[in-house]
């Protein structure tokens, strides 16, 4: 294969890269590349700091250390021997780092620390023999997987610092070129550059941008320039590389041919939504500006577009009643939370309405367990649970006949609970009912004495009720008193009884005769 690459170290050695193309890092120490055939030439890895994650692994390794997520920097050895410490922090699993060191990409490590479960933020540390003026290729992996911050510290001189870049040959190309029309500029490639330096004046882009534009190796030795608003322009370019600095600078003086006819198209207006928008020649913008195409050196098309930005707004909370909704934009929103909301302006572009909803629910609950007056209870207690908002009791004519959480009534009838709560334009309410009896009935009695006999000395006392929740209380002669239904008595006299629903307390009574006959 090819050398693609020599570079002398200080000692004097000669150094053939034949595996892959190297090149000197854009940076000093790396960065570090996802896949080993694609790592840079560092001239300092030592106070590396780097982290583990974003980066994937291409194959397994059986010899000591699987790839997970390791990343790779290249290196030329300046010394004999060299020592490499990874010191993890940070670590998201807590299992820490692995380190290897090869001479060949993805080969068998020649020096290999693998780590270990729960070594969090211990230090793994290699030390090989190395031969001066040899590529390496340093690996560094979170283990099994682990995502760590790391700083990388390497013993002195083991990494070499010296790749000396070429001096620039000179800059070829068109000299000419028309207005608004790119062209091409270029130098040989320079050995061992790792990025170009291409300087221009004001009114000329390189590769689109104006002014000094650095471009990372290899290739952008060749460019695209446009002279925009000046005639001539002098356009240098260097090269150089992380460890060396240019050695000279080439310039080329270009012209640009006199402005031709401009065919101007009418304005548009292009909403932030529809971006990139297409211009009339092909390519795409997503600015205002102005735009112009040459097709000849004496024919200019200018487009003029203007971005309309998006309208956002933010409401204030939008309060509703439970059941309610606010419509934003013909769409209708029940449930609480923040949303955004696309509309279509009067431009017809997007505009975002952003506002949050606050569902007011009231609450009305009348939690008495009685269900009526009693002779007893001739008034009642109307008890409310907790709610939020103000209460008013009312009865059958709508009639307010109180506020609060209690209500005490001594009417039958139905009776109202009507809770208003209210937060900025909403007013919600709620309502509860409860019925409240009359329960006052006595309870209806029969009742019957008798007749006192030689043969029969003694008589038994009748009552009968038409409810069986009841209690009976008997009063008589000579201080007689039972609490039977139907007590024996042997005195004559008049007996009476009281009979008590015990549901009401509502009581009534009749008297009986007992005689001697």
């Given at each position: 294969m090819k050398i693609l690459l020599t570079l002398s170290i200080a000692i004097g050695l000669s150094v053939s890269l034949s595996a892959q193309t190297l090149y000197p890092c854009p940076i000093p120490n790396g960065p570090g590349a996802d896949h080993c055939q694609f790592a840079c030439l560092a001239c300092n890895l030592d106070g590396l700091t780097g982290n583990t994650s974003n980066f994937t692994g291409v194959q397994a390794q059986p010899y000591c250390v699987s790839y997970e997520n390791d990343q790779w920097f290249a290196f030329i050895a300046g010394a004999?021997?060299?020592?490499?410490t990874a010191t993890p922090s940070n670590c998201t699993l807590g299992n820490g780092l692995q380190i290897a060191l090869t001479s060949i990409?993805?080969?068998?490590?020649?020096?290999?620390?693998?780590?270990?479960?729960n070594y969090g933020d211990i230090p793994v540390s290699i030390t090989a023999s190395l031969t001066p003026g040899q590529v390496y290729y340093l690996m560094i992996d979170g283990f099994v997987g682990d995502h760590c911050d790391f700083v990388l510290s390497v013993s002195p001189g083991a990494v070499s610092s010296t790749y000396p870049v070429d001096p620039v040959g000179p800059v070829s190309g068109q000299d000419t070129f028309c207005f608004g029309l790119p062209g091409t500029i270029s130098?040989?490639?320079?050995?061992?550059a790792g990025f170009y330096i291409w300087t221009a004046p004001p009114g000329v882009?390189?590769?689109?941008?104006?002014?000094?534009?650095?471009?990372?190796a290899p290739g952008n030795n060749a460019v695209e320039i446009q002279l925009t608003t000046v005639d001539s322009a002098q356009v240098c370019v260097e090269a150089g590389n992380s460890c060396s600095l240019p050695l000279n600078s080439q310039c080329k003086t270009v012209y640009r041919e006199p402005l031709g006819t401009i065919?101007?198209?009418?304005?548009?207006?292009?909403?932030?939504?529809d971006l990139p928008y297409e211009l009339p020649w092909g390519g795409s913008v997503s600015a205002s500006g102005i735009y112009d195409k040459a097709f000849t050196c004496d024919s200019i098309v200018r487009q003029k577009v203007i971005v309309r930005a998006p309208i956002i707004r933010f409401l204030p909370p939008q309060t509703i009643c439970a059941g309610d909704s606010v419509v934003v934009c013909g769409q209708a929103y029940k449930e609480g939370g923040?949303?955004?909301?696309?509309?279509?302006?009067?431009?017809?572009?997007?505009?975002?309405i952003n506002f949050s909803v606050l569902v007011l629910e009231a609450q009305a609950k009348i939690v008495t367990a009685a269900q009526g007056l009693t002779c007893a209870e001739p008034e009642l207690i109307l008890t409310s649970a907790p709610a939020i908002g103000t209460k008013r009791w009312l009865n059958m004519q709508g009639e307010i006949v109180g506020t609060g959480d209690n209500l005490t009534v001594s009417t039958p009838g139905f009776y109202f609970?009507?809770?208003n709560a209210m937060v900025g334009p909403a007013n919600c309410s709620a309502t509860d009912t409860i019925l409240i009896k009359q329960l006052t009935e006595p309870p209806p009695i029969s009742a019957a004495g008798g007749t006192l006999t030689p043969q029969s000395p003694w008589v038994i006392l009748q009552v009968h009720s038409l409810f069986s929740n009841v209690s009976y209380a008997w009063t008589g002669p000579a201080g007689f008193t039972s609490g039977q239904q139907n007590p024996a008595v042997s005195v004559p006299g008049m007996y009476t009884v009281t009979v008590t629903d015990l549901e009401t307390g509502c009581t009534s009574s009749a008297t009986v005769d007992v005689i001697q006959g």
């Open positions: 004999t021997s060299g020592t490499f990409c993805y080969g068998v490590p020649i020096a290999c620390n693998p780590g270990a479960y130098v040989d490639p320079v050995n061992n882009l390189i590769n689109g941008y104006p002014g000094t534009v650095k471009l990372p065919y101007t198209l009418p304005d548009v207006f292009v909403c932030s939504n923040s949303y955004t909301h696309t509309c279509t302006s009067y431009l017809g572009c997007d505009s975002l609970l009507q809770v």
